[in-house]
């Protein structure tokens, strides 16, 4: 068995503490890493995946606004 598909299997029997326990050991991984972050602060990590969906969403709005604004 895979290790990641065991351990998810794993985290609905976590209760919310252990979660959190969880997800700080990730952002230590993370920032040990340096892989990927953007922006590291005391609430958590900005990642390149985290910038390319807010710039996704962002530009999607501008072409919607564009579409709408279009009168020919």
Do not use: P
């Not at 979660?19 to 390149?48: A, F, P, Q, S």
């Amino acid at each position: 068995m895979n290790a990641v598909v065991g351990i998810e299997a794993e985290l609905s029997n976590l209760g919310t503490v252990d979660l959190h326990h969880l997800e700080c050991v990730i952002h230590k991984l993370y920032r040990k890493r340096n892989d990927r972050v953007i922006y590291d602060d005391t609430y958590g990590l900005w990642m390149t995946e985290d910038q390319t969906s807010a710039a996704s969403e962002v530009f999607a709005l501008f072409d919607e606004q564009e579409e709408q604004n279009v009168s020919c």
